[in-house]
């Protein structure tokens, strides 16, 4: 039967008295929350200090078994850590920190990194809640960052931690969400307007993209719209790969009814300026209480271009869809007016992807020197405070880095860890400023090991996208701004002739795709000059070029040496320590971090003395 070190045990054991489950920490409400499966069995609760670098978590599972929560990654369990805790028959508990060495076999960890803040057991549920650094000195800890995180949860019928697949989850969750929506302002004058697709029947095809134009609210003064949502019909969801609502410009001539958006007629793609954007795996967003879309006033798009993407694989017919956007909408208005500036590389068959990459990057380049010609008027300067990133199923990860005079200045946004079923709007912790003149580079990683012809560019979620949406203010009338490299000079480095673009994509089919070619595929993308097209809300379009510049790696800060076990000498990293505070308060829990809790309860000098006394073997 697994236990705690004896260290360990014998603390609780000072602190837990002999009975059914009897609570070790704080009760105080921990302000996000989610089912990690689909049975609704395990409950995951959790809360975060960005500035002490620590997480606190809490899990609620139906067993009178062991429990067990921590981080896996991409493409298997095997290395991922858990922490592992339960109640034995006789009250009391066991807690430890621990990795996976096979699929269902833990071992104990060298360094313990989670304080256990809570452990009990009722006639339904175990309780366990713990806090633990972002990023602790153990290698077999990963690491809790902004990226999209693969939560593992694990449970037992007994207190043998031993996984097994009927009891084992694994779910995407983006942990560190900047701002809770009980944070945020709601109007009391909110109003309610939905934008959908009326009773369209989805083809009986893989990919569509329907478009129909509708109008905006209208309204006698200026209103601010401060929140939208999707709005899927039941039994639909699966089928809904995207929505997105684009402005059009007050002189467009827009078509009646609903067709497919980059089909035969070319007026179902008009306009181009995204307001809102939803993609699978999202849910509501609503904006900072500063922030809103502003409409009613003469400046202000009176029409939308609403676009759904239907992914149908299994060619299901009779379907009907009322897909849409749900917007909320107030008169009292916000001190900024917002837009939303679509980056990346143009989706267009010149993207190509090699069939059988381990990894392969793409990129796409915004220069922006034109905005303030383009726009019409003086641009001033951007600040951003939330992004959207998108590419289909060969997306690994992606980031957003900007220039200003040649010299990169940061990292805008990124995700290492993306999933493809998970993409939502996300704020940043600090709003970063874009000066005209700074350049943007889009990043995105691929991987096709499991395609044997190339991926190219386009609509379907079998072709491919590399795109960052950028929420920002104040609202400017640039609606895009992406970049691709000349497919020409790509060709050639790889050995293929090409008269024209067409022709250069083409050749793609020729190449023999080694891990040599792949290589050299991916540095004559990033090499070749890149054609840099910006489009404004009323379909202007002027293009320039330039160069993909060098990106460099953001440092990781130090790790959090452990309290609660030794650091052995192989698990050191080049980051280096930092050493723990004694007393942090964790957001939302105040609850005191890497100070065991005898050292609480008794004071510190007592702890001292008892902590002395266990170390000497006494």
Request: glycine share 8%; proline share 7%.
């Given at each position: 039967?697994?236990?705690?070190?004896?260290?360990?045990?014998l603390?609780?054991?000072?602190?837990?008295?002999p009975?059914?489950?009897?609570?070790?920490?704080?009760?105080?409400?921990?302000?996000?929350?989610?089912?990690?499966?689909?049975?609704?069995?395990?409950?995951?609760?959790?809360?975060?200090?960005?500035?002490?670098?620590?997480?606190?978590?809490?899990?609620q599972?139906?067993?009178?078994?062991?429990?067990?929560?921590?981080?896996?990654?991409?493409?298997?369990?095997?290395?991922?850590?858990?922490?592992?805790?339960?109640?034995?028959?006789?009250?009391?508990?066991?807690?430890?920190?621990?990795?996976?060495?096979?699929?269902?076999?833990?071992?104990?960890?060298?360094?313990?990194?989670?304080?256990?803040?809570?452990l009990?057991?009722?006639?339904?549920?175990?309780?366990?809640?713990?806090?633990?650094?972002?990023?602790s000195?153990?290698?077999?800890?990963?690491?809790?960052?902004?990226?999209?995180?693969?939560v593992?949860?694990?449970?037992?019928?007994?207190?043998?931690?031993?996984?097994?697949?009927?009891?084992?989850?694994?779910?995407?969750?983006?942990?560190?969400?900047i701002?809770?929506?009980?944070?945020?302002?709601?109007?009391?004058?909110?109003i309610?307007?939905d934008?959908?697709?009326t009773?369209?029947?989805?083809?009986?095809?893989?990919?569509?993209?329907?478009?129909?134009?509708?109008?905006?609210?209208?309204?006698?003064?200026?209103?601010?719209?401060?929140?939208?949502?999707?709005?899927?019909?039941?039994?639909?969801?699966?089928?809904?790969?995207?929505?997105?609502?684009?402005?059009?410009?007050?002189?467009?001539?827009?078509?009646?009814?609903?067709?497919?958006?980059?089909?035969?007629?070319?007026?179902?793609?008009?306009?181009?300026?995204?307001?809102?954007?939803?993609?699978?795996?999202?849910?509501?967003?609503?904006?900072?209480?500063?922030?809103?879309?502003?409409?009613?006033?003469?400046l202000?798009?009176?029409?939308?271009?609403?676009?759904?993407?239907?992914?149908?694989?299994?060619?299901?017919?009779?379907?009907?869809?009322?897909?849409?956007?749900r917007?909320?909408?107030?008169?009292?208005?916000?001190?900024y007016?917002?837009?939303?500036?679509?980056?990346?590389?143009?989706?267009?068959?010149?993207h190509?992807?090699?069939?059988?990459?381990?990894?392969?990057?793409?990129?796409?380049?915004c220069?922006?020197?034109?905005?303030?010609?383009?726009?019409?008027?003086?641009?001033?300067?951007?600040?951003?405070?939330?992004?959207?990133?998108?590419?289909?199923?060969?997306?690994?990860?992606?980031?957003?880095?900007?220039?200003?005079?040649?010299?990169?200045?940061?990292?805008?946004?990124?995700?290492?860890?993306?999933?493809?079923?998970?993409q939502?709007?996300?704020?940043?912790?600090?709003r970063?400023?874009?000066?005209?003149?700074?350049?943007?580079?889009?990043?995105?990683?691929?991987?096709?090991?499991?395609?044997?012809?190339?991926?190219?560019?386009?609509?379907?979620?079998?072709n491919?996208?590399?795109?960052?949406?950028?929420?920002?203010?104040?609202?400017n009338?640039?609606?895009?701004?992406?970049?691709?490299?000349?497919?020409i000079?790509?060709?050639?480095?790889?050995?293929?002739?090409a008269?024209?673009?067409?022709?250069?994509?083409?050749?793609m089919?020729?190449?023999?795709?080694?891990?040599?070619?792949?290589?050299?595929?991916?540095?004559?993308?990033?090499?070749?000059?890149?054609?840099?097209?910006?489009?404004?809300?009323?379909?202007?379009?002027?293009?320039?070029?330039?160069?993909?510049?060098?990106?460099?790696?953001?440092?990781?800060?130090?790790?959090?040496?452990?309290?609660?076990?030794?650091v052995?000498?192989?698990?050191?990293?080049?980051?280096?320590?930092?050493?723990?505070?004694?007393?942090?308060?964790?957001?939302?829990?105040?609850?005191?971090?890497?100070?065991?809790?005898?050292a609480?309860?008794?004071?510190?000098?007592?702890?001292?003395?008892?902590?002395?006394?266990?170390?000497?073997?006494?």
């Open positions: 039967m697994a236990c705690a070190p004896p260290f360990r045990l603390l609780l054991m000072v602190l837990v008295a009975s059914q489950g009897t609570r070790l920490g704080p009760t105080s409400h921990l302000r996000y929350s989610r089912f990690l499966d689909p049975s609704n069995v395990v409950f995951l609760s959790w809360d975060f200090d960005l500035e002490a670098e620590i997480i606190t978590f809490e899990l599972v139906r067993t009178a078994g062991w429990v067990g929560l921590g981080v896996t990654n991409r493409y298997t369990i095997v290395g991922g850590d858990l922490v592992v805790g339960g109640v034995l028959p006789d009250g009391h508990v066991y807690f430890s920190d621990r990795h996976l060495v096979g699929e269902d076999t833990l071992q104990e960890d060298g360094s313990q990194d989670a304080e256990l803040l809570g009990t057991e009722d006639a339904v549920y175990t309780t366990m809640r713990f806090s633990r650094p972002f990023r000195c153990d290698p077999h800890d990963q690491d809790i960052t902004s990226d999209t995180m693969r593992l949860a694990a449970y037992g019928l007994d207190d043998t931690p031993r996984l097994d697949r009927e009891r084992t989850f694994v779910k995407s969750i983006f942990l560190l969400q701002v809770h929506p009980d944070d945020l302002d709601t109007p009391e004058d909110t309610i307007h934008l959908e697709i009773d369209f029947l989805v083809p009986e095809e893989d990919t569509t993209y329907a478009c129909t134009f509708l109008p905006l609210p209208i309204v006698r003064k200026k209103h601010h719209i401060y929140k939208f949502e999707p709005k899927l019909v039941n039994h639909n969801e699966t089928m809904v790969h995207h929505i997105l609502v684009y402005a059009c410009g007050n002189a467009s001539a827009l078509p009646t009814g609903i067709s497919d958006c980059y089909g035969a007629d070319p007026a179902f793609s008009l306009c181009s300026q995204v307001v809102v954007g939803w993609a699978v795996g999202g849910m509501s967003y609503q904006f900072p209480d500063d922030v809103g879309v502003s409409i009613g006033t003469p202000d798009p009176q029409w939308i271009r609403l676009e759904v993407h239907y992914s149908n694989f299994r060619n299901l017919p009779g379907v009907r869809d009322s897909s849409g956007i917007m909320y909408y107030t008169a009292k208005l916000r001190k007016d917002m837009g939303v500036l679509q980056l990346g590389f143009l989706t267009f068959p010149i190509f992807i090699p069939p059988g990459a381990e990894s392969f990057l793409s990129y796409g380049l220069k922006t020197e034109r905005f303030e010609e383009m726009n019409g008027a003086p641009v001033p300067d951007i600040q951003v405070y939330g992004y959207l990133l998108h590419t289909h199923l060969a997306g690994r990860a992606l980031q957003a880095v900007q220039y200003r005079n040649g010299t990169q200045l940061r990292t805008i946004c990124k995700d290492d860890s993306y999933d493809f079923n998970l939502e709007t996300r704020d940043l912790p600090h970063v400023e874009i000066k005209p003149g700074d350049e943007l580079l889009i990043e995105c990683h691929y991987q096709t090991l499991d395609r044997d012809f190339p991926t190219f560019g386009g609509p379907s979620t079998t491919e996208m590399c795109l960052v949406f950028l929420f920002y203010y104040p609202r009338n640039i609606s895009s701004c992406m970049g691709y490299p000349d497919i000079s790509v060709a050639r480095e790889l050995g293929e002739e008269a024209d673009s067409m022709e250069g994509m083409m050749a089919n020729n190449v023999e795709w080694t891990p040599e070619s792949i290589r050299k595929a991916e540095k004559a993308c990033k090499e070749a000059q890149q054609t840099v097209i910006i489009k404004t809300i009323d379909e202007t379009v002027e293009n320039t070029t330039g160069w993909i510049p060098e990106i460099t790696p953001m440092p990781r800060g130090p790790c959090l040496e452990s309290w609660g076990g030794k052995e000498p192989q698990d050191e990293t080049p980051a280096g320590f930092r050493v723990a505070p004694g007393v942090l308060s964790a957001v939302g829990t105040a609850t005191p971090w890497r100070l065991p809790m005898a609480l309860l008794f004071g510190q000098g007592a702890f001292s003395w008892l902590l002395a006394t266990l170390q000497a073997g006494v």
